[in-house]
């Protein structure tokens, strides 16, 4: 059998109020779906486009922290996921009605 790397999850882990370790497999929530991502740290586009949210340059990305600090993401912006503190993300459709 093969190495099983364990999977972090990271609302659980804000929570608890822990740090997630390193080197390991991610539970991410987007809006209210739950991913499972294999790196430590994507970028705001890579998310939007992991939760199916295309093109991602309509989307704004927002990282929802414990205690309820919320920062806003951009595309090419790098998230860590080890980083402590991370409940969720969510995602706010663009605007369309300008012009």
Known sequence: ?????EIIDLEEFS???????RRKRYR?????DKFVVEEESKI????LEL???????QYQLRQK???GTVK??????????????IEKFITIPLDQTEG
């Open 28 to 32: 991410i929530k987007v809006d209210r």
């Open 15 to 21: 929570k608890d109020n822990k740090k997630p370790p």
């Open 44 to 47: 705001g586009r890579e998310i």
């Open 1 to 5: 059998m093969t190495d099983k790397i």
């Open 72 to 85: 806003k993401i951009g595309l090419d912006e790098s998230v860590d996921f080890t980083e402590p503190g």
């Open 65 to 67: 922290f414990r205690g």
């Open 51 to 57: 939760a199916g949210k295309m093109p991602a340059s």
